[in-house]
């Protein structure tokens, strides 16, 4: 038997925002048509169905129940998350509650077995009472890639999963596979810590054990931008992250900003931070050196160095003032 599987929707992550409330809708709406063309009957969700495990929004429901009104069509198992999870060392109050009025939509608080051979996990639940040779569940696990800049340091030893044939996790929104074990990443990415990667869902074959990746395209891509180096096809419906590491004059700048915004991007945010300063020598004797507050080294600092051209020293040490000013 075949299952889609698909993980980490966050429903109500930046829901202000309407592309971000369209876009867990657009998903599944893009999972349920490709699973009824493909006559799948079984799909499965693995962890953090909301986001905001604290309080939700009325636009976070809403946006739940256009999405369980699609799932609905299918047998569904929605296992708990730590985002659908009050408290983090147990599940027993959580969000799901709202979505468990649906026929078909079956809510996975404690560890279960389906189909006679898969076991479903939710977070802060003992996977070890599961005898069966399939585990798919929300699992912390050490030396996984939790997302392109981190690795996974605590959390469960990969041994601990050696009697399980295949073991599918949501949690670590980056795909990545470690001998039986498999994270198969979101269907679209949150925030620049889920960049350069293709996301969707996955078609388990719960025989053969083998997992078919099927991309979801239609969600904006996080790209990274380094100084004037520009591949124009990325930036249209995509969110945008321009670092300058070199300094560059305030007209430059302006050209290559009004460049970028005509070609469409969903969102740009700009990034000063990595222009190399130079080494400067301060040329303050020690005794004097030595009296100096603080503040009094900052601005002697600022006194000392070249300020790029797009900033003005005034304008600085005014911001350098009122930081200290406000400590």
Known sequence: ?????????????????????????????????????????????????????????????????????????????????????????????????????????????????????????????????LKCPILIGHFDIKDFKMNDNTTSFKGEEISSFKDFEIVISGHYHTYSKKGNIVYIGNMYGHNFNDVNASRGFHIFDDETLELEFVEFKDAPKFIHVFDMDLNEEQIKGNIIKIYFTKEYSEMDILDFLTRVNSLNPLQVDVNYSRIEMEDVKMDIPEEIFSTLDEKQLFLTYLDKISIPDHLKLPMCKKILEDLFKNQ
């Not at 657009?26 to 953090?48: C, W, Y």
């Not at 929605?78 to 078909?104: M, P, V, W």
Request: aromatic share 10%.
């Open 1 to 129: 038997m075949k299952h889609a599987v698909f993980t980490d929707l966050h429903v109500g992550l930046n829901i202000n925002q309407e592309v971000w409330e369209k876009l867990p809708i657009k998903a599944v709406e893009f999972l349920t048509t490709e699973a009824r063309r493909r006559n799948l009957k079984s799909i499965i969700f693995a962890g953090d169905f909301y986001h905001d495990k604290k309080e939700l929004s009325i636009k976070a429901i809403d946006s739940a129940r256009i999405i369980c009104e699609m799932l609905d069509e299918f047998q569904t198992y929605i296992i708990c998350g730590n985002h659908d999870a009050y408290f983090r060392n147990t599940n027993e109050l959580n969000s799901l509650q709202t979505i468990d009025k649906f026929k078909n939509i079956h809510i996975i608080n404690s560890p279960t077995i389906i189909y006679d051979k898969i076991g479903l996990c939710p977070w802060s639940t003992d996977y070890r009472e």
